[in-house]
């Protein structure tokens, strides 16, 4: 037996050596790797001892995202911290369908000092690690890997209609270039958590119900600052436990129906996965609750989330976005929109 011991290591230094780590995505500017106080739940136990834990930026700026996410075959930007263990580049890993995923190959294990590389192929991931003498699997964090954009084929993928981006064939890497890709959403992975409060079925276009499965475009990011958002309004002391999504994820095919006369811009952030429109609905009736506690819910309500959203920018710049106010019309109730497109906007 080794002497118990605190290794100051990570996967990325061990592993990744050159390759940049961080939060959300691989194709975001990221953060210098930091040691950060572990978040609540962020530790794995394996018989008592934990061997491995999550950075705990992985969980966001929040600390309540659940999932990682990934594109098949791709280095997973998953920093880990080890605890009690002499070589991590010993360790073995190997990736668990849950969730209805399907294991279509057996490419779903390796050694870390080769590095951390997702199956190969779409679907929902735990990691198991293990050692000489010990093996741990992250309960608490699920990997997504995405359907490449690539195989979306005359403006269907796998039967499910998304329709055609205007910018398809624009220059890679502006800002509304495609999706790198969209989560195969099935009725058993559908409530799947993506974070505290949100699961992946709240960010589903609302069409083709009876089309399984559907596909989704989601920005980590969007998720954190929604997070965060219900943070700092409890932290003004307004009561917010659950917040509804009235629209997350727009197709284009379906969000072109609403463009012009709808009000919809037809290059709507909505289309990438990093707008929604939101209000707080802890009584679950469908309609924004009185914030503001003024007995009237309207727009002053949805006013007080964009104050929060307001705060959440300012302590965040990254998370920048996107904020507006609707009223009430005979569809449905005062929301807010809130998106994180990069620059600030409000309307
Ligand atoms: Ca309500
Ligand atoms: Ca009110």
Do not use: C
């Not at 003004?236 to 009000?263: C, D, K, L, W």
């Amino acid at each position: 037996m080794h002497p118990r011991r605190r290794t100051a290591t990570t996967l990325a230094a061990l592993a990744l050596a050159g390759t940049t780590l961080g939060m959300y995505a691989p194709s975001k500017a990221l953060p210098p790797l930091t040691w950060g106080s572990p978040t609540p739940g962020a530790v794995v136990e394996h018989g008592g001892d934990a061997a491995v834990r999550v950075a705990s930026r992985v969980f966001g700026h929040s600390g309540r995202l659940r999932v990682v996410m990934s594109d098949p075959s791709t280095t997973v930007q998953l920093p880990l911290e080890w605890m009690d263990v002499a070589s991590p580049l010993d360790v073995s890993y190997s990736w668990h369908p849950v969730a209805g995923t399907q294991l279509r190959m057996l490419s779903g294990e390796g050694r870390l000092a080769h590095g951390l590389f997702a199956p190969g192929s779409a679907g929902i991931w735990r990691l198991q690690l293990r050692g000489s003498d010990w093996s741990q699997s992250l309960e608490n964090l699920s990997v997504i890997t995405r359907v490449p954009f690539a195989e979306k084929r005359g403006g269907y993928l796998n039967g499910y209609r998304i329709g055609t981006y205007p910018t398809e064939n624009a220059p890679r890497g502006a800002s509304y270039a495609p999706p790198p890709g969209f989560i195969e959403v099935t009725p058993e992975n559908q409530d799947l958590a993506v974070s505290e409060h949100f699961r992946l079925r709240n960010f589903l276009t609302k069409d083709q119900f009876s089309v399984w499965p559907k596909y989704l475009a989601l920005d980590l990011r969007l998720i954190d600052k929604l997070e965060l958002v219900i943070q700092e309004l409890n932290a003004m002391g307004i009561r917010a436990e659950h917040v509804a999504v009235m629209s997350g994820f727009r197709t284009p095919a379906y969000n072109i129906q609403g463009v012009g006369e709808g009000g919809r811009a037809l290059l709507s952030r909505h289309t990438y996965g990093d707008a929604s429109d939101v209000w707080v609905d802890n009584d679950r009736d469908g309609y924004m609750d009185d914030l503001n506690g003024d007995g009237r819910r309207d727009t002053e309500d949805a006013r007080v989330m964009l104050r929060a959203v307001d705060r959440v920018e300012r302590r965040y710049p990254e998370l920048t976005g996107g904020a507006g106010i609707y009223r009430d019309n005979g569809a449905h109730g005062p929301f807010i929109h809130i998106d994180v497109r990069g620059n600030p906007a409000r309307w």
